[in-house]
């Protein structure tokens, strides 16, 4: 089978159409946007969060109007929903940080509150903390797809192949998934990308009456931010990338999925270890090594029977759910004890855990936002058949058995007809040397190999930190005095180290 969509011509009448190369994108703002002499954001109106709860009481929230179409500033609008806690002291307030959010697919309201609580105080005096819902997600007109019950299943939205190795039902779930997406409204949809996320972003920054903006970008939020400091980088100031992927322009998010395969085996041997640790009282094996052959024998075992499991989408535990539990706990020590939990439930025949399953209502969006972006941004997912992805997957499952070729694995975006409409950026050395990012040494989702890729793309414009910890994220969230001490001197100062640096545990 050969996977196709038809051929669309970035031309003029296109939504979002930008000059053609993406490496004159280094030193002006994008051209038809800014020909078309948009006029300026009005100040943002601050007012209570209603309806949010476990915020900060200082916490405020405000709306700015974007163009749907930044091509057409005159055309239709959305409201983009932003939140700050001001300065904590104002006679040592500097400028805005902005958290921006992680995902793609994330919404960001709540993060001055809950990333804000994690910041020294002197960073909380220097700056207001100021994030927002990016288009598509959240209160910023949110997206989505209507998507059954059934197909918000972590397992049937990452493509595990069938234990067989089998790649047919993920063929049939992501033409099912791009099918439905465009049935429904697109108005919106169509239009959520990383560039798009620049735009919206550099309107906020002019909303807050700042020529500059200090950001902390998270993730995704680090691709995001890439893209914000090459499409304005005469608008950034003190710009922290925390954990980020491989920019490459060609590839994007299915890089990423990709590195999955990668970060996991990073990532793995800090469990095993945690496991067979003779203080744990979840010890799971005698040795280290032990651990790795007991969870693939476990998982092979629930591929041939699986487990019921009232309450969890799909109701049952399987070998890809297990799986796919295991790469979800890689993001944090503090989730090894649950995952534990769960092997030895399954593994002796003791009552399962209850699941932790996300509403359906929080999923629609946060899919239909993640899958809009990461096909909006980048063509490279469409031009491969069954056969490709046939042989990509039986070589990972050879050679990572972990994640059994989940991460080379056709996603959606093979059928989607929405996007791109525009050359993705390359993130290159030309622009202000004002960028700190700081990297897990053991990252699931962001391996090091690819944030090395980020870094190598900036050049002298950044310098990088890597923390000797096992996660995602890295600044104020794995207590690395070394790591969360640059990164705040940065901030406070604009000071970095001479040349990349390493923090010990």
């Known amino acids: 089978m050969t996977i196709t969509r038809p051929f669309r011509h970035p031309a003029v009448t296109v939504a979002l159409t930008l000059p053609a190369l993406a490496t004159a994108l280094v030193a002006l703002p ?31 929230c405000g709306t700015v109007s974007v163009p749907l179409d930044h091509a057409d500033p005159s055309g239709p609008r959305i409201d983009l929903a932003v939140s700050r806690i001001a300065s904590e002291k104002p006679a040592a307030r500097r400028g805005t940080l902005l958290i921006i959010p992680g995902g793609p697919g994330n919404a960001g309201l709540h993060e001055p509150s809950r990333r804000g609580r994690q910041l020294p105080q002197s960073v909380r005096d220097a700056y207001d903390v100021v994030s927002f819902d990016p288009r598509g997600t959240g209160r910023s007109a949110p997206v989505s797809c209507e998507l059954p019950h059934e197909d918000l299943a972590m397992e049937r939205l990452r493509p595990w192949p069938a234990a067989d190795g089998s ?3 993920p063929m049939a779930t992501a033409r099912r998934l791009a099918d439905t997406c465009e049935a429904g409204d697109t108005t919106v949809l ?3 990308s990383t560039r798009n996320e620049a735009r919206d972003i550099d309107r906020i920054r002019e909303a807050l ?3 500059k903006l200090s950001a902390w970008g998270v993730s995704y939020g680090t691709y995001a931010g890439a893209v914000y400091a090459q499409m304005f980088p005469h608008r950034t100031d003190r710009w922290v990338l925390d954990s980020s992927g491989d920019p490459d322009p060609e590839r994007v998010a299915r890089g990423w999925l990709a590195n999955y395969a990668v970060g996991v085996e990073d990532a793995f041997p800090d469990f095993a270890a945690w496991a067979a640790d003779p203080a744990n009282p979840d010890r799971l094996a005698e040795r280290a090594e ?28 399987n070998g890809n759910v297990l799986r796919q539990t295991l790469l979800d706990s890689l993001y944090s020590a503090k ?5 534990a939990a769960l092997i030895t439930a399954a593994r002796d025949g003791g009552p399962l855990p209850a699941p932790n399953t996300p509403p359906d209502g929080a999923m629609q969006n946060t899919v239909a936002a993640s899958l809009a972006t990461i096909c909006n941004d980048v063509d490279a997912w469409s031009g491969d058949g069954q056969a490709v992805y046939e042989k990509d997957v039986a070589d990972s499952r050879a050679r990572h058995p972990l994640t059994a070729g989940m991460p080379v694995n056709v996603m959606p975006c093979a059928f ?12 290159t050395p030309h622009g202000p040397s004002n960028v700190l990012m700081i990297q897990n040494a053991r990252d699931v989702s962001t391996p090091l190999a690819g944030a090395r890729k980020m870094r190598g793309a900036f050049g002298d414009r950044a310098r990088m930190v890597v923390v000797d910890a096992v996660g995602h994220a890295a600044y104020v969230d794995n207590g690395n005095a070394c790591g969360d001490a640059k990164v705040t001197r940065f901030l406070l100062t604009g000071e970095r180290p001479a040349r990349d640096a390493y923090c010990a545990a």
Do not use: K
Not at 34 to 55: E, K, N, V
Not at 335 to 339: G, I, M, T, V
Not at 416 to 427: A, N, Q, S
């Open 190 to 192: 169509r239009t959520v």
């Open 209 to 211: 009456g700042e020529r």
């Open 30 to 60: 994008p051209g038809p946007a800014a020909a078309a002499a948009p006029a300026r954001a009005t100040a943002i109106q601050w007012g209570p969060c209603t309806g949010m709860s476990g915020l900060d009481p200082r916490q405020q």
């Open 335 to 339: 989730r090894f004890p649950a995952l």
């Open 416 to 427: 989607w007809d929405l996007g791109p409409t525009e050359p993705t950026t390359r993130i």
């Open 167 to 169: 790649i047919d039902a």
């Open 290 to 317: 032990d651990v790795r052959p007991m969870l693939l024998a476990l998982a092979a075992r629930l591929d041939r029977e699986p487990l019921p499991w009232p309450g969890a989408n799909p109701e049952e535990l």
